[in-house]
T-cell receptor
Framework: KQEVTQIPAALSVPEGENLVLNCSFT??????LQWFRQDPGKGLTSLLL?????REQTSGRLNASLDKSSGRSTLYIAASQPGDSATYLC??????????FGQGTTLQVKP | EAGVAQSPRYKIIEKRQSVAFWCNPI?????LYWYQQILGQGPKLLIQ????????DSQLPKDRFSAERLKGVDSTLKIQPAKLEDSAVYLC????????????FGPGTRLTVL
């Protein structure tokens, strides 16, 4: 049974810092891995999707890496801003499309 | 392109009452998902439809939850009777098809059971 774990559960950093969010999963047989952002009271916004054959994806200040063999992914946020404050969710996708989510990391970036 | 629509956005009911949520997926998307997100946790899949057929409902509490997707477009999720532990955000998502296609999420319905 696939399990996804995110560490840390919460993180508070001053504005401008670079930071790394971690995600681990127990079964390496995945189609892809996706990072989402969730603002309070809102739905999920997709940030980056990494196919199982890829090692990383970049979008602006965000970079996500995938090491399928070790069951790990990281989301790197460069030069953090207060607007980056949100909960970040990692999810892995199996062959039916079902997403298995981690519990999320709540990020606060202080001005 | 319009996104996934859900209604209502918020609902407060007392335990043992019934409630229904509605989802309209992105036009043309064949696959529709309902997720339950309890506060402080990641979303958990309740049910997955491919057109109007059920693909996966293994985590749906079938004694109280039901869902349908008539004509393979809109979907409704019902809880009857509700329990305190059903308080959560119910998220609907859709994708072009099964498998690795990206899912697009609606804003969710926040349910509070008193």
């Amino acid at each position: 049974k696939q399990e996804v774990t995110q560490i840390p559960a919460a993180l508070s950093v001053p504005e401008g810092e670079n930071l790394v969010l971690n995600c681990s999963f127990t079964d390496s047989a995945i189609y892809n891995l996706q990072w989402f952002r969730q603002d309070p009271g809102k739905g999920l916004t997709s940030l980056l999707l990494i196919q199982s054959s890829q090692r990383e994806q970049t979008s602006g200040r965000l970079n996500a890496s995938l090491d399928k063999s070790s069951g790990r992914s990281t989301l790197y946020i460069a030069a953090s801003q207060p607007g980056d404050s949100a909960t970040y969710l990692c999810a892995v996708r199996g062959n039916t499309g079902k997403l298995i989510f981690g519990q999320g990391t709540t990020l606060q970036v202080k001005p | 392109e319009a996104g996934v629509a859900q209604s209502p956005r918020y609902k407060i009911i007392e335990k043992r009452q019934s409630v229904a949520f509605w989802c309209n997926p992105i036009s043309g998307h064949a696959t529709l998902y309902w997720y339950q997100q309890i506060l402080g946790q990641g979303p958990k899949l309740l049910i997955q439809f491919q057109n109007n057929g059920v693909v996966d409902d293994s985590q749906l509490p079938k004694d109280r939850f039901s869902a349908e997707r008539l004509k393979g477009v809109d979907s409704t999720l019902k809880i009857q009777p509700a329990k305190l532990e059903d308080s959560a955000v119910y998220l609907c998502a859709s994708s072009w098809r099964e498998g690795p296609d990206e899912q697009f999420f609606g804003p969710g319905t926040r349910l509070t059971v008193l």
